[in-house]
């Protein structure tokens, strides 16, 4: 079946700095991604939607600038922390759909930031 | 607002008997729904779906019902086994909504040996 792959797994990094999160989509074109995040014991929540060649459209209170999506080809999107804090440490998810309109999701990316 | 709400936060259910976690939903315009199963620290994997033409889909172990006039949603495992000790959630697109999806805060099933 269709696989999304996501890259790293892990993150640490200190305050201040920005971290790259990638998601591929491994066997198919996804011309939608999705980037989710989960807080500990709550629902994912849609950070934004991601079309090939423009501008990713962000949720209700989520910062733009803070969460920074880029989705260059059919198959990769990357979302980068900029200037992390300790609150932005959480999971981050991404999906993406195929042709036919089916959600895929990658493996999640894990972020702390000390 | 939530628009896709699963108020069972828990379930604990003995191994072999059935599981049934309820999702509801407010937004008449879902078109296609969706359960996920996830583990802690491991993305969501993809369950089961049903469109909302029809009322029933089947998939092994697991069933999922839509009463479209009550807004609801659930899904039937059986017979439970304890690696289906997972969280499990709801999905719900908007039928023109450009594959959105909208997530409810899931149900925790513990299935006991």
């Known amino acids: 079946g269709a696989v999304v792959s996501q890259h790293p797994s892990w993150v640490i990094c200190k305050s201040g700095t920005s971290v790259k999160i990638e998601c591929r989509s491994l066997?198919?074109?996804?011309?939608?991604m999705f980037w989710y995040r989960q807080f500990p014991k709550q629902s994912l929540m849609l950070m934004a939607t991601?079309?090939?060649?423009?501008?990713?459209?962000?949720e209700q209170g989520v910062e733009k600038d803070k969460f920074l999506i880029n989705h260059a080809s059919l198959t990769l999107s990357t979302l980068t922390v900029t200037s992390a804090h300790p609150e932005d440490s959480s999971f981050y998810i991404c999906?993406?759909?195929?042709?036919?309109?089916?959600?895929?999701f990658g493996e999640g990316s894990r972020l702390t930031v000390l | 607002d939530q628009q896709v709400k699963q108020n069972s936060p828990s379930l604990s259910v003995q191994e072999g008997r059935i599981s049934i976690l309820n999702c509801d939903y407010t937004?008449?315009?879902?078109?296609?729904f969706l359960w996920y199963k996830k583990y802690p620290a491991e993305g969501p994997t993809f369950l089961i779906s049903?469109?909302?033409?029809?009322d029933k889909n089947e998939d092994g172990r697991f069933t999922v019902f839509l009463n479209k006039s009550a807004k609801h949603l659930s899904l039937h495992i059986v017979p439970s086994q304890p690696g289906d000790s997972a969280v499990y959630f709801c999905?719900?697109?908007?039928?023109?909504?450009?594959?959105?999806?909208?997530f409810g805060t899931g149900t925790s099933l513990t299935v006991i040996p």
């Open positions: 999906s993406a759909t195929d042709k036919v309109g089916e959600l895929f």
């Open positions: 066997d198919f074109q996804a011309t939608t």
């Open positions: 991601s079309n090939e060649g423009s501008k990713a459209t962000y």
């Open positions: 937004n008449s315009m879902f078109d296609y």
């Open positions: 049903i469109s909302s033409i029809k």
């Open positions: 999905a719900a697109r908007i039928a023109w909504g450009g594959n959105q999806f909208y």
